[in-house]
């Protein structure tokens, strides 16, 4: 291109645009990915998380940290546990407890499915999962209230002892009601709250029946 010879740029003129690259201008955080971390790290995170959302249930307060960073791995663990715990237990001697165990996991997912569906028609604010992960683990008295049955029922099976199970249970299934209530009460309108909290106590009252009415092979 000859003609281009004869053109000359002031050096008065700035030229627009970044050609420099920053050095330090963001953190190593943001270089650092869950997949570049050792296994045992991220275990310890997970088993840490849901040890925090255990307190906060069993000293239930208004907080949002079951809400904010929701997992199903305490749930699940606590339906296998209450599951495992109920297993063996029927009138039928002839009934391995396999049909207890599934009960148990139909009880808890299907009816916190249902209470969910209704919070949510109801028009709650709070996600599908946020509401599965706070009924899941407010079963965390209940599984309390399991063991200490089955180690009264190791002592034998008398009035005393349904005295002592149905004080136990029944301060664990008012736990759990309260402790699921306090934090999903404030995602509902305020003139439907009863209409959410019903359908708990109910959720939690069946399965309290479960264990109260629990009785070994």
Not at 43 to 50: F, S
Not at 76 to 92: E, H, I, K, N, R
Not at 133 to 160: K, N
Request: with cysteine; glycine share 8%; hydrophobic share 50%.
């Amino acid at each position: 291109f000859p003609g281009l010879a004869d053109v000359s740029i002031p050096q008065d003129i700035p030229v627009e645009g970044e050609i420099t690259v920053p050095v330090g201008s963001h953190s190593p955080d943001e270089d650092y990915s869950t997949l570049d971390e050792p296994v045992k790290d991220t275990i310890m995170r997970d088993l840490k998380a849901v040890g925090k959302k255990f307190v906060h249930v069993m000293y239930p307060r208004k907080s949002s940290a079951l809400l904010r960073d929701w997992d199903l791995w305490g749930p699940l663990v606590l339906c296998v546990s209450l599951a495992l715990m109920l297993q063996g237990g029927s009138a039928d001697s002839k009934d391995d407890g396999g049909p207890q165990f599934a009960e148990v996991f139909v009880i808890i997912w299907f009816g916190a499915v249902v209470i969910t569906l209704n919070s949510k028609l109801l028009g709650g604010t709070i996600s599908f999962f946020q509401s599965l992960c706070v009924l899941g683990y407010c079963v965390l008295p209940l599984t309390v209230a399991m063991l200490v049955c089955r180690l009264v029922l190791l002592a034998g099976m008398g009035t005393i002892s349904f005295i002592i199970r149905l004080i136990v249970v029944g301060a664990m299934f008012a736990w759990s009601t309260l402790a699921s209530t306090a934090f999903l009460a404030d995602s509902q309108p305020p003139n439907r709250k009863a209409l959410v909290v019903y359908p708990i106590f109910l959720f939690y009252f069946v399965i309290s029946w479960m264990i109260l009415t629990f009785t070994p092979q």
